[in-house]
């Protein structure tokens, strides 16, 4: 999908400013080059979300499993009978299970969720009400657009 995205925008990129230059609406070439900016830093923020998610991915792993070991190992220890070893190991495998799927749900929400949470946050969730960060990119391009 961003493949065919980059096509599109660079196929369509001078028909849209002949359009704009023709029709003297300056805000258009505004509105794509904040879409130019959303398309070229879209891979720099899943990049960033893949490191981030993998880092999370071996934190969460990591402290669930010391926190399960841990409650489980005193039960272990005291423990007198096969059947109560054996239920306590295959809780604790259980557990771990548990531990390796829910940071593998954290890493997917994490690498999917991160690119749109931080356009959101930036204001360039919505490319059409761009309101803001458009209209200040107009007017400081209009203080050297050609005006006829």
Not at 8 to 20: D, K, L, Q, R, Y
Not at 42 to 52: A, E, F, H, M, Q
Not at 91 to 102: C, H, M, N, R
């Amino acid at each position: 999908m961003y493949i065919y995205e980059l096509i599109v925008f660079t196929f369509i990129s001078p028909f849209v400013v002949a359009f704009s230059i023709t029709t003297g609406q300056s805000r258009k070439i505004v509105d794509f080059l904040v879409t130019a900016l959303t398309l070229f830093l879209k891979p720099v923020i899943i990049t960033i979300s893949i490191y981030l998610s993998l880092f999370l991915y071996s934190l969460f792993t990591d402290v669930f499993m010391l926190t399960s070991y841990e409650q489980f190992q005193l039960s272990l220890i005291t423990s007198d009978s096969f059947w109560s070893e054996l239920t306590l190991y295959f809780v604790k495998e259980l557990l771990y299970i548990f531990a390796i799927l829910a940071s593998v749900y954290i890493l997917w929400k994490v690498i999917l969720s991160l690119p749109d949470f931080i356009f959101r946050m930036i204001g360039l969730d919505k490319l059409d009400n761009t309101s803001q960060f458009a209209s200040d990119m107009q007017q400081k391009f209009s203080k050297y657009g050609f005006q006829a």
